[in-house]
């Protein structure tokens, strides 16, 4: 079962404007992970944030994550037709081991 | 350097028979494997994951089956597919923390495409 439900499920904006992405999981987690994937290609890891971390930047991206809301979102500023893809959030559900993708969400940058 | 590959990209296989996709990764050792399959459109779903030679966690009960005869081979395996079995398969791989056992990032194949007609 899907432990991630991203949202929303598709996003289109204009290069150049800022795209939230959110994400809702249901257990208690060591960490949440996001990833991004190109139609068709496998996915890439973009950023990892611990449950004691409560935001993480990477470049253009910065992540937050509420551990009592059971909630993340991943912010891409200044997007770029590039950043046209599938974005995915990920969590270790009820085991360390595990890693367990959201539904995802779609995002169209238009030039 | 880490590497992973997964084979072939594209298949398509009749209903009623076997199949047999493999993933190996290069470059790290006892790494958590991964099978997830992917609908069109839709999100990931985990299938079976490994920690380790021959121990197996099955996540979706169905007839595929996966085996790790080696330490950095993952095998997803069916003896009869069905229409149901169609869609993009995805190996991956990640180390966990030392001392920890918890995940750190995962490392994705490029896919296999199943198309079971």
């Known amino acids: 079962s899907q432990q991630g439900e991203e949202d929303p499920q598709a996003l289109s904006i204009q290069e150049g404007e800022n795209a939230t992405m959110n994400c809702s999981y249901k257990?208690?987690?060591?960490?949440l992970q996001w990833y991004r994937q190109n139609s068709g290609r496998g996915l890439v890891h973009l950023i990892l944030?611990?449950?004691?971390?409560r935001e993480k930047h990477s470049g253009r991206l910065r992540v937050t994550l509420d551990t009592s809301k059971k909630s993340s979102s991943l912010l891409i500023t200044a997007s770029r037709a590039a950043d046209t893809a599938s974005y995915f959030c990920a969590t270790d559900g009820d085991s360390s081991y595990k890693l367990i993708f959201g539904s995802g969400t779609r995002l169209l940058v238009r030039p | 350097s880490q590497t992973i590959h997964q084979w072939p990209a594209t298949l398509v296989q009749p209903v009623g028979s076997p199949l047999s996709l493999e993933c190996t990764v290069e470059?790290?050792?006892?790494?958590?494997l991964y099978w997830y399959r992917q609908a069109a459109g839709r999100g990931l779903q985990l299938l079976f994951y490994s920690v380790g030679i021959g121990q197996i966690s099955s996540e979706v009960p169905q007839n595929l089956s996966a085996s790790r005869p080696q330490d950095r081979q993952f095998i997803l395996s069916s003896k009869k597919l069905l229409l149901s079995d169609s869609g993009f398969y995805l190996c991956?791989?990640?180390?966990?923390?030392?001392?920890?056992?918890?995940?750190?990032?995962?490392?994705f194949g490029q896919g296999t495409r199943l198309t079971v007609v």
């Open positions: 470059g790290t050792s006892n790494p958590n």
């Open positions: 991956a791989w990640s180390v966990p923390l030392p001392g920890t056992g918890m995940n750190t990032e995962a490392f």
């Open positions: 257990t208690s987690i060591n960490n």
């Open positions: 944030i611990r449950s004691n971390e």
